[in-house]
């Protein structure tokens, strides 16, 4: 038996209750039936297929876990998605955006892309892109404009990429969710102070509205909400 309750704050977002297992965030299916990863664990309730968000697997579950309490995604949102890797943690993000709205999928490496390729095509609202994210003007056309740009690459320049691409494609008032990986900036310092000088960065450009440390879910990891 299962208890499910709609997350308070969070658009598509719900709370699953499972006696004996404790409380576990999930959403519900846009694609019923297909499983993003093998062992994906899903269940019916009321006619409908809902999945575990396992903030293990996904750094934005991470931060919900963490408490983050400025949530930028909305039914019928454009987000551009820049590092969607195999597509995991895109497709949460296409079960709460729903039919209504679109993710942008960029993506350089072909290896994860071919994960990519699958899971899209069970998602009508999901878009594939072979590119690289530090070169915004090779995607342009196909995007335009997004009301919520999501980042997630390892990258020395991480910062600087998404910066770019904010300054392109996210609408005014539109949000931004940055993970920020420390040890791929500068393996030198210690995390905390690269995720403050980060901040700083990202304070002379955008209002940063929320930050989360996600240890123990990703260590030396950060996650950065902000508003344009």
Not at 43 to 58: A, L, N, T, V
Not at 77 to 99: K, N
Not at 100 to 114: A, D, M, T
Not at 117 to 128: A, G, T, Y
Request: aromatic share 10%; glycine share 6%; charged share 30%.
């Amino acid at each position: 038996m299962v208890e499910l309750v709609r997350h308070p704050d969070f658009d598509n977002v719900y709370w699953a209750a499972f006696e004996g297992k404790g409380r576990k965030l999930v959403t519900k299916s846009l694609a019923p039936g297909f499983k993003v990863f093998v062992d994906e664990w899903t269940f019916e309730h009321k006619g409908s297929e809902f999945r575990m968000w396992d903030p293990y697997r996904s750094k934005l579950a991470a931060a919900i876990m963490k408490g983050l309490k400025r949530f930028p995604l909305r039914r019928g949102d454009r987000v551009l998605y820049l590092g969607a890797a195999s597509g995991t943690t895109a497709s949460f993000v296409s079960d709460i955006v729903d039919a209504e709205g679109k993710v942008f999928c960029v993506e350089i490496s072909s290896r994860p892309l071919r994960d990519l390729l699958q899971v899209c095509s069970k998602r009508s609202n999901m878009l594939p892109i072979l590119a690289d994210a530090g070169d915004p003007c090779a995607y342009a056309p196909l995007v335009s404009s997004a009301d919520v740009v999501y980042q997630d690459i390892a990258q020395p320049d991480q910062v600087d990429i998404f910066l770019k691409n904010v300054r392109i494609f996210l609408r005014e008032g539109g949000y931004g969710v940055l993970a920020v990986k420390a040890r791929a900036i500068d393996v030198s310092k210690r995390p905390c102070e690269i995720f403050s000088e980060e901040l700083e960065r990202l304070q002379r450009e955008l209002d940063v509205l929320d930050t989360k440390i996600l240890d123990p879910y990703e260590r030396d990891h950060a996650m950065f909400i902000v508003r344009k």
